[in-house]
């Protein structure tokens, strides 16, 4: 019998603690992560609104989870081409600070 | 009714520490297993939540096959920490607050403008599994199935994509030395 409200506030706190991530860290992997926890805040709303959804109506609604299942495939095709992109990134600079990592020319 | 309340209380205390934990952790190989204590946490509110698929993808997939993803290229790059930022030195003070008051703002617009006075029951037996997976297929392929082929089409151009990225030039020589 948790609130609705516990899961709203839970989901807005790990999103910013995902912003925070992307603003202070200069590693280009843990701002990679932070996305990932983002989208994961993200999901967690979906399904909770989807959830108090089927409780109001009293009967089977799939479409946040659905969603949820769409963002999942969308954040692994991004991990795989944000990867090789840093790992490029790294070939060429020899380095994966963000700070180093200023021009577009390769 | 209060022992739910101390497990998602307890649960939400660990999603947050471990949120924390990746954001500030130094040794990058941490901060990735941080991440995945935060997504199985997450997984286990949406058993919570009556979601048992979307909790199982959640492990399998994100806690399973990106994390190991992650590890895997920490490896190739190198776990060293990086030296703070010398650039923008007034950046972390400001970041902490912007995100403080992005936290407010967002818990304030979403709850305390408009309340969501209701109580989520958790799911009883009656969510058979079995039955919630079928159901979800059955949605899936009718009423999403377009979206589902393009997520089909996203998936194969991202697998080409990184493939032409790390492919390696053939003028370039043996600049893959440097991993």
Do not use: C
Request: glycine share 4%; proline share 4%; aromatic share 10%.
């Amino acid at each position: 019998m948790t609130p609705l409200n516990y899961y709203i506030a839970l989901s807005a706190i790990l999103f910013s603690i995902g912003v925070l991530g992307v603003l202070v860290r200069r590693n280009p992997l843990i701002i990679f992560m932070s996305i990932e926890l983002m989208l994961n805040a993200a999901n967690l709303a979906f399904v909770a609104f989807g959830r108090s959804f089927e409780i109001a109506n009293g009967k089977p609604f799939f479409s946040g989870q659905i969603f949820v299942f769409f963002v999942i495939a969308v954040a692994a095709a991004e991990v795989a081409v944000g990867l090789a992109l840093i790992v490029e990134i790294f070939k060429t600079k020899n380095t994966v600070n963000i700070d180093d990592v200023n021009s577009l020319k390769g | 009714m209060t022992s739910d309340l101390i497990v998602f209380i307890v649960l939400a205390l660990i999603a947050i520490a471990s949120a924390l934990g990746m954001a500030f952790s130094q040794n990058t190989v941490y901060a990735a297993l941080y991440l995945v204590l935060n997504f199985i946490v997450v997984a286990v509110f949406y058993l919570l939540l009556g979601a048992p698929f979307i909790a199982m993808a959640q492990i399998t997939v994100y806690a399973g096959a990106i994390m190991v993803l992650f590890v895997f290229v920490i490896m190739l790059l190198g776990v060293q920490g990086l030296p703070p930022s010398q650039t923008l030195p007034w950046q972390k003070p400001l970041a902490v607050l912007l995100a403080v008051v992005l936290a407010v703002q967002s818990i304030y617009l979403l709850l305390a403008r408009a309340p969501l006075a209701q109580t989520l029951v958790d799911p009883d037996a009656s969510i058979n599994t079995t039955n919630n997976l079928q159901q979800m297929a059955l949605t899936l392929f009718s009423d999403y199935l377009l979206p589902f082929e393009i997520t089909s089409i996203l998936l194969l151009v991202a697998m080409v994509g990184a493939i032409v990225l790390s492919k390696h030039d053939k003028k370039a020589g043996t600049s893959h030395d440097a991993a």
